[in-house]
Nanobody, 129 residues
Framework: QVQLVESGGGLVQAGGSLRLSCAAS????????MGWFRQAPGKEREFVAA???????????YYADSVKGRFTISRDNAKNTVYLQMNSLEPEDTAVYYC???????????????????WGQGTQVTVSS
């Protein structure tokens, strides 16, 4: 049974940092793009970042414009874990953050929530002003 379990959320002041983790189990995700999405109250789920492994030490990362330069996504295939380092957090980053996995089919799919077949339960991130 495939499971994605997020951790690392919490309450932080504006300008602070948090590191989210997503531990995957149930299969090997090396051929999968791993993504982070977020959903704030009353808003649609939106893409935050994604990463895929291209073999060897080559990784490709994708970011939403709103987080570029502040967030960094990484993955450890040996641990089946993906991370999201979030720096310079802003109140607008407050949301439930979800980890997701998709079998990589192309760059145009990595930002689309409906293209992800596996989801975690989410972790709350709250940024106070």
């Amino acid at each position: 049974q495939v499971q994605l379990v997020e951790s690392g959320g919490g309450l932080v002041q504006a300008g602070g940092s948090l590191r989210l983790s997503c531990a995957a189990s149930g299969r090997t995700f090396s051929n999968y793009a791993m993504g982070w999405f977020r959903q704030a109250p009353g808003k649609e789920r939106e893409f935050v970042a994604a990463i895929r492994w291209s073999g060897g030490r080559i990784y490709y990362a994708y970011y939403a414009d709103s987080v570029k330069g502040r967030f960094t996504i990484s993955r450890d295939n040996a641990k089946n874990t993906v991370y999201l380092q979030m720096n310079s957090l802003e109140p607008e980053d407050t949301a439930v953050y979800y980890c997701a996995a998709q079998y990589y089919r192309g760059d145009s799919y990595v930002t689309v929530p409906n293209e992800y077949g596996y989801w975690g339960q989410g972790t709350q991130v709250t940024v106070s002003s």
